[in-house]
């Protein structure tokens, strides 16, 4: 597509953004980048237009809202780099960012620097006050020339400063591998510590030193990049998640994230065991529950059903034998009919007094019922046993008349006794379809295990082959620096080898052939 030229004032036409010539001239915003500057007259520009507006703030400062979406739509850049830049000029104190949560957009205050310029130098008498002007900009310009080279060439010639080059890749390849667009939907109050997340994992990555220090220990460098660049948006939730948990007081940041970071692959496996955990429990659950569903619910139903079975056959042998309301229908003790109630209330306490120990013995029968007596250790209470199909102990007191009435009354309580046994064998019934609807239940996290157990076990083995590549290495060094051991057996071999110059004799034996 071809464009038309420029005629007389048609330049006049296109509306601009103005952006200070101190950004590129003052030696305080040296380190800003050029779309950082271009963002710097974007937001001076909307400046004017929230001023017209009176968005002012409780204390009459002027904010503007400008989004991480409309850079991008501005500057024709990623969502990273719009990022970026805000906080490069947050870092150059040219913006304070608000943040109101909840999704709404950050309040974006834009600092006056203007306060901290150099003053003019004033120029009187010119003829030309434009070119004034211009000998003046050109007079207030610093000229720090060779210091700056010297810094520049320090800076590229200083091992540990990494490339910018090398910064940019790295903030592609984490923004990409961490998912942070995601990230930031997942965990919104957590941006700023995403964001110091990545830059420190940058920092890290792009440094180079040939020794880290992780938490207390130092570490090759290739090992920490390694296992670093291995890192995903699971293992930042799960260090954002810590982060939250902590309730002591982090003195230094930076180490902890790094140190967090680092072991976050291995600390993973809390998650995972806490799941195994939870899914040995539903396991153990289900045992439990089949033993149930095998042998304990059949014997509970089948002793409830035998119960119910002979309460109501003993209810029928209390009905054969009614007691008058008036009345006594007697009862027989130790072969002696006693149709008397308080004789044979009388009776029946003396023979609880003769009973030679607190064993049950049988002493008669009462309305079709076998009578036994006991001494009931525990409530340190005689007890008198109804039996038929079933045994039904009753306390006797020390009045005669009322230890009949008490047995009476255990007699006429078969009804309540049936409709117990019914709603028990109901019950149990009921418990038993509920366990064998338990049982059939799978574990509800078990895809989650297995996807975060394959995952992790995935991830451990490429650190373990990462870390073993680096040891050999490592251990090479090592052996290098370290002085060696002299051998004996090579100094010996070496000796033998050397051939050895014959003396001249001499003799002890003076010219004579005397000994001297």
């Not at 901290?116 to 003046?136: D, Y």
């Not at 180079?208 to 207390?216: F, H, S």
């Not at 209810?315 to 027989?332: L, R």
Request: with cysteine; proline share 5%.
């Amino acid at each position: 597509m071809s464009y038309d030229y420029f005629y007389g004032q048609s330049g006049e036409l296109f509306s601009y953004f103005r952006i200070p010539k101190a950004l590129f001239q003052d030696s305080r915003f040296r380190q800003l980048s050029t779309d950082a500057r271009t963002l710097c007259g974007i937001l001076l520009d909307r400046m004017s237009l929230s001023a017209k507006n009176n968005w002012l703030d409780e204390q009459g400062r002027v904010y503007i809202i400008y989004t991480v979406r409309e850079v991008q739509e501005s500057l024709c850049c990623a969502e990273h780099k719009a990022v970026k830049l805000f906080r490069e000029l947050e870092q150059a104190n040219l913006i304070e960012r608000k943040r109101r949560g909840l999704g709404r957009p950050s309040l974006i205050y834009v600092k006056n620097f203007s306060s901290g310029l150099p003053p003019k130098a004033q120029v009187q008498n010119c003829a030309n006050s434009n070119s004034c002007a211009a000998e003046n900009a050109v007079q207030v310009q610093p000229k720090p020339q060779s210091n700056k080279t010297d810094k520049n060439k320090t800076e590229r010639n200083n091992p540990f400063l990494p490339d910018e080059s090398d910064r940019e890749q790295l903030e592609d390849y984490f923004y990409q591998a961490l998912e942070v667009e995601l990230l930031l939907r997942l965990c919104p109050d957590d941006e700023d510590t995403i964001y110091q997340i990545v830059d420190l994992l940058v920092d890290t990555c792009s440094t180079k030193r040939k020794m880290l220090r992780i938490a207390g220990d130092d570490k090759p460098t290739e090992v920490v990049r390694s296992r670093l660049k291995k890192l995903n948006a699971d293992h930042i939730r799960f260090v954002l998640g810590c982060l939250a948990e902590n309730t002591s007081p982090v003195r230094n940041m930076k180490q902890y994230l790094l140190a967090a970071l680092f072991n976050a692959p291995t600390t993973m496996n809390v998650q995972v065991a806490k799941l195994k955990v939870l899914k040995a429990d539903h396991q153990s659950q289900k045992f439990r529950l089949e033993d149930k569903l095998l042998t304990k619910f059949p014997a509970d139903i089948q002793e409830t059903n035998a119960y119910l079975a002979g309460v109501k056959a003993d209810a029928e042998v209390a009905a054969a034998h009614p007691q008058e309301k008036e009345g006594f229908c007697g009862i027989i003790i130790k072969g002696v009919t006693y149709n008397e109630k308080k004789t044979a209330g009388e009776r029946l306490l003396l023979a609880c007094s003769e009973l030679p120990n607190s064993e049950e013995k049988v002493i008669g029968s009462y309305r079709g019922f076998e009578l036994s007596l006991r001494f009931d250790t525990y409530y340190s209470e005689y007890q008198a046993l109804l039996k038929g199909q079933r045994k039904y102990p009753v306390a006797l007191g020390k009045d005669p008349l009322g230890c009949i009435i008490r047995l009476d009354n255990s007699l006429n309580n078969f009804p309540e006794r049936i409709t117990s046994a019914e709603n028990e064998l109901a019950t149990l019934k009921q418990q038993q379809e509920a366990a064998q609807i338990e049982v059939e239940k799978p574990f509800p996290q078990e895809e989650e295990l297995a996807e975060k157990s394959a995952r992790l076990a995935e991830l451990n083995a490429q650190l373990d082959m990462d870390e073993k590549g680096h040891e050999p290495e490592q251990d090479e060094e090592e052996q290098e620096d370290e002085p060696r051991r002299p051998s004996v057996l090579a100094a010996l071999e070496e000796k033998a080898d050397k051939t050895e110059t014959v003396k001249p004799f001499k003799s002890f034996l003076d010219k004579d052939g005397d000994a001297r």
